[in-house]
């Protein structure tokens, strides 16, 4: 007799007329006799609109907090080191020179 498989899943994403779809068969064995292959397939839109929100936000956000944060790096810099007071005189003498 032929050996078959006890289980083998097979998972596809396809796109077809733009829309996205998941589809998986898995062979159904009753002892040695293959009686057939069951095959589902669901639509993958209730995935894709919110996985489209994250990219939306992760594409404004990312770039909106990294300048936020190197707006309060440079600001909080300029605050912790101000000019020293020997560079308005060290100014003044090459002036006159």
Same mark, same amino acid.
């Given at each position: 007799?032929?050996?078959?498989?006890?289980?083998? /899943?097979?998972?596809?994403?396809?796109?077809?007329?733009?829309?996205?779809?998941?589809?998986?068969?898995?062979?159904?064995?009753?002892?040695?006799?293959?009686?057939?292959?069951?095959?589902?397939?669901?639509?993958?839109?209730?995935?894709?609109?919110?996985?489209?929100?994250?990219?939306?936000?992760?594409?404004?956000?990312?770039?909106? /907090?990294?300048?936020?944060?190197?707006?309060?790096?440079?600001?909080?810099?300029?605050?912790?080191?101000?000019?020293?007071?020997?560079?308005? /005189?060290? /100014?003044?003498?090459?002036?006159?020179?």
């Amino acid at each position: 007799m032929r050996e078959h498989p006890r289980k083998i /899943t097979l998972v596809i994403d396809a796109i077809a007329n733009d829309a996205a779809n998941r589809c998986a068969w898995e062979a159904k064995v009753l002892g040695d006799r293959l009686l057939g292959y069951l095959q589902i397939a669901a639509s993958l839109e209730d995935v894709e609109a919110p996985l489209q929100q994250v990219r939306l936000f992760l594409a404004i956000g990312v770039p909106v /907090t990294l300048g936020a944060i190197a707006l309060t790096g440079w600001l909080l810099g300029g605050a912790a080191m101000p000019d020293p007071p020997c560079l308005s /005189t060290v /100014t003044a003498i090459c002036r006159r020179c």
